[in-house]
Structure formats: structure tokens, C-alpha cells
């Protein structure tokens, strides 16, 4: 039984969906049929000569569905038109950025310390202008999140989670507005730890359960310190409440489960594990990106959402930008680019041949390119080789 009805072209309303067009003088096939997203397609019809149409009642969208689906493509066609920037003439841009934001990172912990309150206003400047850089060409903040301090990991670790959940956020064709929320929310959300013993944050041996449950709490302490900031969106509190719940109840300090972790809590669960896995600390060794993406994959549907992973790792790439690599032909270098068609075959600029041991003039390699025949062996960490991965950085991609 079809639900298919003729309607006067006058009664055609937003959310409707469309089988087929009928004018004064006959019957036109709908090349494409679909839903009524505006008046003026409405309009367009009308003048067309288009007397009736057949639509889909089943199909109807309501205004609400209709809105939003109207704002995802305008933010996609935004997105489309924003003109990507060159990759070396954005890193420079980045490069001041990050350490703008790394030092206001400092100065609200040592702020926070004191009692002062927080001018949320000068922070979402910061965490806007970084937004910008994302959507100007992602892969110059990204590479900059990959070069790490042992001894800054708490101001890094905030400032890395903001960039790449913007980065997360842009790639699910976000709303800008949100994506500065989501970005502002990472920013803060491990803000709650400068409120608990410094001591206790480095100790390299394993914690007690009594001062694990301390260090737990620097959620509800970050949370309670927000709310009396003035200015901080719902959004950007959520990202510093969920940030450690999972899946199935064994996070905390709610021990929230399944459907009751809003989408953004669950991007930063993601987000913020990954990151912290990435990084070398004191108290423990970092893991390649490819590895950290392994164990999220094996933690997935128990306490990572499956397939925000997929997505998260189809946005940062299989290799990340930034990461530092060998390849079969002893050639050392950083990805410079990923290549979404082939992803195990990004760009890579080489600057150090292991086999010479020696550093060797600065290219960038296209891996997929038919000419080369390198490939990727495996990723590396700068003290494998002795190497000043700063000074090589800097000379490939800044000065």
C-alpha cells in the first residue's frame, strides 16, 4: 500500500519530501527527489510551472530536523569555501599560537592557585584563534601538538586535547559556534588538577586507592571552579564533567553509562586518553599513535564509543602530522600530510639517513608516488637516534 499523495504546489510546506513534480501540462520526473529544505526551492517550483506535486508523507522531517540539517550543509559549504593556507606559510601562524597558549595555560594555573578568578573571555579569544588555524589548515597545529616537554605535560596535555578536539569537531561537520565551545571546554578541562598536590600528580610510583580517589576528584573540583566563572557555556562544562566517564560505568565521578554521556563527553574521552597515551611524563613512557589507537580500538563499546574511534582516526590519520617515522630506506622524517585517499602512504619530510648517520638535505617525500619506493617501517621517538627533534622541526617547517 503506498502512502504516496498529490498535494496543490500552494501546500507544500518546509521538511516534505518529494517523489515527483506535475505541471499544468503533464507529469516530470524528479532527477533527484528529496526533502524541501527552504521557501525559496517552493518559490522556484512555482515559477517553474509546477501546478502539483506527489510526496512522501512517511518520509516528513519535522522543522526542527529540517533547520538542522539546513545549518550542517550551510557550515559544509563554509567549510568548502574557506580557503585552506599552505601548510609552511600556516606553521608559522601555529607556531605563535601554540606557545601564546601554552603560556596563558601557565598563567591561569598559577592564577587558579592563587584564589584569582578566571577571565573566561580571554581564553575563548585564545581557543577562537586556534580554531581559525584549524579551519586555515589543520595540519599545522596538529603538528605542533606532536612536539612534546616531559616536564610541561599539564599545561600541553590541556592546550593538545583542545587542538585536536577541534580538529574531531571540524571533521564531523560541526557547528563553528559549537566547535569553539567544544575547543574552550578542552582547554579547561583538566583545569581542576592545579587543586590538587603537585606531589601527588608526579609520583612515579603507583598510587594508593586512597590517593587515587584524591586525584579523581580534580573533575568536581575543575567543575565547581568553572561554575563560578562567568560567561562558560553548558557545552564547554560538560567537556570538564565527561571527560573521564565510560561507557560501561567505570568512569568517574558519576559513573555515567551508555546513552546518559552526551556526544561531546564521549569525543573528549577519546581525545583526552589518546593524548595522554601520546605523551612522555615522568612517571611513564609514551606509545606511538598507532599503537594508542590499538588500545582505544580494543577498549571500544566497553568504554570508548566504536565508531567516534573510526571517525577520530579517519580525521588525525593513521599516521598523524607531526609524528616521526623511518622509513625502509634508513631515512628519517616527520609527517608533513596525510593522504586521505591512501592513508598509509601520507607525506613525509626527510632530513636525518640513519644508514650515513647523518643529517641530509630537507624533501618532502609523496609516498604514494609510483617514483619512490620508500614505504614506512615503523615510528620512532627522537632519543632512539640521539636526535634534537626541535632543531630539525625548526628548520624544516618554521624558520
Known amino acids: 500500500m503506498t502512502t504516496r499523495q498529490e498535494i496543490p504546489i500552494k501546500h507544500l510546506k518546509q521538511g516534505m519530501y518529494v517523489v ?3 505541471k499544468k501540462h503533464g507529469s516530470v520526473n524528479v ?10 526551492t517552493i518559490e522556484k517550483l512555482a515559477k517553474a510551472g509546477a501546478d502539483r506535486v506527489i510526496i512522501d508523507p512517511s518520509k516528513e ?16 559549504k563554509k567549510e568548502e569555501k574557506t580557503e585552506k593556507i599552505p601548510f609552511d606559510v600556516e606553521m608559522s601562524k601555529a607556531k605563535v599560537l601554540y606557545d601564546d597558549a601554552k603560556n596563558l595555560q601557565k598563567k591561569l594555573l598559577s592564577s587558579i592557585t592563587k584564589g584569582k578568578v578566571l577571565d573566561i573571555k580571554e581564553v575563548q579569544q585564545s581557543t577562537n584563534a586556534m580554531v581559525d588555524s584549524v579551519f586555515r589548515n589543520q595540519d599545522a597545529l596538529a603538528c605542533m601538538s606532536r612536539l612534546r616537554f616531559v616536564d ?12 585536536l578536539i577541534s580538529i574531531f569537531a571540524k571533521h564531523l561537520h560541526f557547528e563553528r559556534t559549537v566547535i569553539e565551545q567544544l575547543a574552550l571546554g578542552a582547554f579547561l578541562h583538566d583545569i581542576g588538577k592545579t587543586l590538587i598536590s603537585a ?13 587515587y580517589e584524591q586525584v579523581k576528584e ?4 575543575g567543575v565547581k571552579y568553572l561554575e563560578t566563572c562567568e560567561d562558560i557555556s553548558d557545552i564547554a562544562l560538560m567537556m570538564v564533567a565527561q571527560h573521564h566517564e565510560r561507557l560501561d560505568g567505570s568512569g568517574y565521578p558519576k559513573q555515567l553509562s551508555g546513552e546518559a554521556i552526551s556526544q561531546y563527553g564521549r569525543m573528549i574521552a577519546i581525545v583526552d586518553s589518546y593524548d595522554a597515551m601520546t605523551a612522555e611524563r615522568l612517571y611513564k613512557k609514551s606509545v606511538h599513535p598507532v599503537k594508542a589507537f590499538k588500545i582505544l580500538i580494543s577498549d571500544a563499546n566497553s568504554s570508548y564509543d566504536e565508531e567516534l574511534i573510526e571517525q577520530f582516526i579517519q580525521c588525525i590519520g593513521v599516521y598523524p602530522v607531526g609524528t616521526l617515522v623511518k622509513l625502509n630506506s634508513g631515512k628519517l622524517g616527520l609527517i608533513s600530510q596525510l593522504n586521505k585517499k591512501r592513508p598509509l602512504n601520507p607525506f613525509v619530510h626527510v632530513f636525518y639517513n640513519t644508514r650515513l648517520n647523518q643529517a641530509i638535505p630537507m624533501a618532502e ?35
Open 20 to 22: 515527483e513534480i506535475i
Open 31 to 40: 532527477k533527484s527527489e528529496g526533502y524541501i529544505l527552504n521557501n525559496a
Open 61 to 76: 522531517k519535522s522543522a526542527e530536523k529540517v533547520t538542522k540539517f539546513n545549518e550542517k550543509k550551510q557550515n559544509q
Open 152 to 163: 610541561e605535560y599539564l599545561v600541553e596535555h590541556s592546550l593538545n586535547v583542545s587542538i
Open 199 to 211: 606531589e601527588l600528580l608526579s609520583k612515579k610510583e603507583s598510587l594508593t586507592n586512597k590517593e
Open 218 to 221: 580534580h573533575v568536581n573540583l
Open 365 to 399: 617525500i609523496d609516498l604514494s608516488k609510483s617514483k619512490y619506493q620508500d614505504q614506512i617501517d615503523r615510528c620512532i621517538k627522537p632519543e632512539d637516534f640521539k636526535l634534537d627533534l626541535l632543531k630539525f622541526f625548526g628548520k624544516a617547517f618554521i624558520d
